[in-house]
């Protein structure tokens, strides 16, 4: 995780092709394992605090960013970023 930094921005390819770039506001360990929150980098630009949409993805021991598995880890992993806001 220690290679993941928050700023850093990293380009998301959607299946339609399309490249969104995102980037890293937060990090946190989370029973073991290491999450992100991001936003994207054109709504944190145009948009105010309140109005970006943050999303979490997990990062696997490669140190690539993989989406939450199932509604229970999206609550967990979001009821704790809530906490350190």
Known sequence: MDNVEVGEIFT???ES???HQAE????KDIDGTQYV?????EDIQ???????DIFFL?????G???PLDSDE?????????RETI
């Open 58 to 62: 997990r990062v696997d021991e490669e």
């Open 24 to 27: 890293v506001l937060a990090k």
């Open 46 to 52: 145009e948009e105010s605090e309140e109005d970006i």
């Open 64 to 66: 690539d960013f993989t």
């Open 37 to 41: 929150a991001v936003g994207f980098v």
């Open 12 to 14: 998301i390819t959607e």
């Open 73 to 81: 880890e999206f609550e967990k992993v979001s009821s704790a970023f």
């Open 17 to 19: 092709e399309q490249e």
